[in-house]
């Protein structure tokens, strides 16, 4: 209680810096694209120097501005990724709650499927399906991630739609819309939010996942997968920085969008809201 | 002989966000002082919501974390450190719970009410609930029966200190009378039982003596034959409570109780006090007047001292 | 106006024991019916036959001879709930929460003690009895023929339980209305009530 910030403006502070930080990348990434193709046999296989701290590879390429041209693609598609099933989500789990007894029971049966096979596997079937590449990843890592984030939505809605508040607004002689408005959206949105935003990390470690087992996004492009998955041949020959900073970029990356999501949870949550 | 509990100076404040990032205090109590003796019903009556719960949170030293205690509580003889509440409680110093909320929903009846087994059996059998009781889930209960699970949970260990916490709403006159009947055997066997409810009709037909709750302080302590007549009790408050009794009239004062974050200097009673001076504004001390207590500059019983 | 219970069933599960077995209740305006019973009847699962809140297995609720369910928006019949905290959004003000009823009079804010400082407050922080005043006054729109009380009053304070009834008193009065009061206080319904019925 001394401290010279409270619990929320701190979380606001670090979320704020979260942001930041991740939008640095992104736009930085999106600069050195062009800086990230360059190669130069004259400074090939450099350990991390102050001209190239992040050293450079087999074909003198700057890995500084690799790692960060394929963060920022991983970012990108984890945003867009994570807002694709997001928006599933929604759309299922409001379905579900709101259309009947028979539609809930085949959506939560396919919620039910579609979380019983493996992430990775689902992930790697769709994008192969959807010709790899990239439209194949992003099918591939949106289409199988709304299902808990849907499952959460319907049950949020089933309890709203009997809560008396509601119930009472009807007999007040509001219409669905009106009642839908004030009541259902207020209190969906901030799980929807936090679900969102909880989203990018699986969404960003499945496309590199994939991508790095090959059937994600094309050799040609510096994506974080494609980087690692190169590096390994090099590793052994001692060359470690070639997967050491992408990798530890890319955890850190993960690790500030598990936090934005985590803090954001915190204050929203009823059970932690005033600590 | 020393009193089983007394609580002095009691003062429970929370910590809360408003909207955006302010923090601010809610001192949902400000100044309640208590005491309770062996085989003695004593009730605290204050509205619902007005933070009288929190008094059986702090005795048994489980509130949440956002609030901060202040102020002594001594249980027989000795200061009620959180530590020693901790081993207290459940054996010594029990609760009886507002609903059945705090029954483990998947568990049955019989092993939460105790682990020996012909003492779960003696207990139930006490408060009429047979055999059968015990086979049964909490959300297979009946109001009236719930409530004498959680009785009968609660006494289980043989306590010295018994805190019921609103244990009768919902319940119809003659199942809410029976309830509370229970806790009148248990006062007269010796324990001690603190009463809290918001419903003055009820708490005076057990209760050796009240203490009014109003706006996070005890205005007034009175033993309950005072109740009998309007002349014998002494603070405004308390005289506007009978007077609004159904069968006393049903005439309401206007105004409502100040929320905890917006009270006003000195008595929180004054700005709907007939009697209100520019005095009422200070400081007004709890004091002892005519085998009770009171908070008040000018109450309206005996002579000011 | 009349309204009309004939011959109410209603269980929660088909095969289900009935919480409410062929109930008769007739309720003119004007009129102030207590409605007692021991502690699980359904005296409030009854409420919210009335009201419209749920549908009776057998028997139907009628409003002037013509089934409550066939009147649409702004339902004839409100109900006022023991709990006041469910049934105010925690979401939003409790400015916003009355308007959904009607343009509340100034009148009926007064009459009930409603502050204005309230109506820009949220639910959390308002006691049950400063809730309850907002409730009473959300269903007191001017289409509100009949009134339910379920146990309106029973975790308020007696202070607050005085207020709000003598100013409902009044406004039944006033514009005609009939009240169906659920109470397990006997001088409460003796205090308020033309005629009883035990359920």
């Known amino acids: ?275 | 002989m020393t009193p089983l509990l007394s609580v002095e100076h009691l003062s429970i404040s929370f910590t809360q966000y408003d909207r955006g990032t302010r923090r601010r205090i809610l001192p949902a109590i400000r100044d309640l002082d208590l005491t309770i003796d062996r085989g003695q019903v004593a009730a605290v009556v204050g509205s619902s919501g007005s933070g009288k719960s929190l008094l059986a949170h702090g005795i048994l030293g489980i509130l949440p974390y956002n609030a901060h205690m202040e102020g002594t509580i001594t249980y027989d003889g000795a200061p009620l450190t959180p530590k020693r509440a901790a081993a207290l409680r459940g054996r010594e110093i029990v609760l009886v719970p507002q609903s059945v909320g705090y029954l483990d929903p998947l568990m049955k009846v019989g092993p939460q009410v105790g682990r020996d087994k012909t003492a779960v059996r003696a207990v139930l059998d006490r408060y009429g609930l047979g055999p059968e009781t015990e086979g049964l889930y909490p959300f297979q209960l009946s109001g009236g029966m719930a409530r004498r699970v959680l009785i009968s949970t609660a006494v289980a260990a043989s306590p010295a200190l018994v805190i019921a916490d609103e244990p009768t709403p919902g319940l119809d006159a003659r199942a809410a009378g029976r309830i509370l009947g229970h806790f009148r055997e248990l006062a007269d066997a010796g324990t001690g039982v603190l009463l809290i409810t918001h419903d003055l009709e009820l708490a005076l037909t057990i209760a050796d003596k009240v203490a009014v709750f109003y706006a996070g302080e005890t205005v007034e302590e009175a033993p309950a034959g005072d109740f009998d007549r309007l002349e014998d009790l002494r603070h405004p408050y308390t005289r506007a409570l009978w007077q609004a009794l159904p069968q006393h009239g049903f005439r309401p004062i206007p105004g409502t109780q100040p929320y905890p974050g917006a009270l006003p200097e000195g008595c929180p009673f004054a700005p709907r006090c007939p009697k209100c001076t520019s005095e009422c504004g200070g400081d007004v001390p709890y004091r002892p007047l005519d085998g009770g207590f009171v908070r008040c500059l000018h109450p309206e019983r005996g002579n000011a001292s | ?199």
């Not at chain 1, 990434?29 to 004259?42: N, R, Y």
């Not at chain 1, 690799?66 to 984890?78: D, H, P, Q």
């Not at chain 3, 049950?128 to 009949?146: H, I, N």
């Not at chain 3, 005609?176 to 109470?183: A, H, R, T």
């Open chain 3, 1 to 199: 106006m009349i309204l009309e219970a004939r011959d109410l069933t209603f269980r929660y599960h088909p095969k289900g024991p009935a919480v409410i077995g062929r109930v008769d209740l007739t309720l003119k305006s004007g009129e102030r019916l207590g409605l007692t019973g021991p502690s699980g009847r359904g005296k409030t699962t009854l409420c919210r036959l009335l009201a419209g809140y749920d549908r009776p297995d057998a028997g139907e609720v009628l409003l002037d001879g013509r089934p409550l369910s066939t009147y649409r928006g702004y339902c004839p019949v409100q109900m006022v709930w023991q709990h006041p905290e469910l049934v105010v959004d925690p979401l939003r003000t409790l400015g916003a929460t009355l308007a959904e009823g009607w343009a509340v009079e100034e009148r009926v804010l007064a009459g009930l003690h409603i502050e204005p400082g309230w109506l820009t407050r949220y639910p959390s922080e308002l006691s049950g009895g400063e809730l309850q005043r907002f409730c009473v006054a959300r269903a007191l729109g001017p289409a509100t023929r009949f009134l339910l009380c379920d146990e309106l009053s029973a975790m308020l304070d007696l202070i607050t339980q005085a207020q709000i009834w003598s100013f409902l008193l009044e406004e039944a009065e006033r514009r005609d209305l009939g009240l169906l009061i659920v109470s397990h206080s006997s001088p409460l319904l003796e205090r308020l009530c033309t005629r009883t019925q035990a359920l």
């Open chain 1, 1 to 275: 209680m001394d401290r010279l910030l409270n619990q929320r403006q701190r979380a606001l502070l670090l979320s704020a810096f979260a942001a930041l930080a991740l939008l640095a990348v992104t736009v930085a990434g999106f600069l050195l694209s062009d800086a990230a193709m360059v190669t130069d046999f004259s400074r090939k296989n450099l350990a991390p120097c102050l001209a190239y701290p992040f050293g450079t590879d087999w074909m003198g390429r700057d890995m500084l501005a690799r790692t960060l041209t394929g963060l920022s693609l991983s970012i990108r598609i984890g945003v867009l990724t994570a807002a694709v099933s997001a928006v599933v989500a929604l759309a299922v789990g409001t379905a579900a709650a709101t259309l009947g007894r028979r539609v809930d029971a085949v959506l939560s049966w396919c919620i039910d499927l579609v979380m019983g096979i493996p992430h990775i596997l689902l992930v790697i079937l769709i994008s192969l399906a959807f010709g790899k590449g990239f439209v194949g990843v992003v099918a591939g890592v949106a289409l199988s991630h709304w299902t808990s984030l849907a499952r959460l939505l319907r049950g949020e809605v089933l309890q709203l739609r009997s809560a008396p508040y509601v119930l009472t607004a009807e007999k007040l002689g509001r219409t669905r819309l009106q009642v839908a408005r004030d009541h259902l959206l207020p209190h969906l949105l901030p799980q929807f939010l936090t679900g969102l935003i909880l989203l990018f990390p699986h969404a960003i470690l499945h496309e590199a996942s994939v991508t790095f087992l090959g059937f994600g996004l094309s050799s040609e492009q510096p994506a974080i997968g494609v980087i690692l998955s190169e590096s390994m041949s090099y590793l052994t020959t001692g060359k470690w920085w070639l997967a050491f900073f992408p990798g530890l970029m890319l955890v850190a990356t993960v690790a500030l969008f598990a936090l934005l999501g985590d803090r954001l949870r915190r204050i929203l949550d009823p059970a932690t809201i005033h600590q």
